[in-house]
């Protein structure tokens, strides 16, 4: 398998370094990487959730104006 580096400041891979403990720095990374991604996918999915949850909200309300106002009472 081929390696790469990646040139990042010291202080960084300082602060990397006590996060990754004894792992690889490949395996570190991808499982970083797949925490940063499962993190947007939640934030992704509260958002989606909050706006249903809102356009649903409106579309009850807009029912009910439109039941008051067109009444046939």
């Not at 006590?18 to 993190?39: C, H, P, R, Y």
């Not at 029912?63 to 009444?71: A, G, L, Q, V």
Request: aromatic content about 10%.
């Amino acid at each position: 398998m081929a390696y790469t580096t990646i040139p990042v400041k010291k202080d960084v891979k300082r602060r990397l370094e006590k996060f990754k403990g004894d792992k690889e720095w490949s395996s570190f990374l991808n499982d970083l990487l797949n925490e940063v991604i499962e993190a947007r996918r939640v934030k992704s999915f509260r958002k989606l959730r909050e706006l249903t949850l809102r356009h649903l909200e409106e579309i009850e309300e807009s029912h009910k104006k439109f039941r008051r106002e067109f009444s046939l009472d």
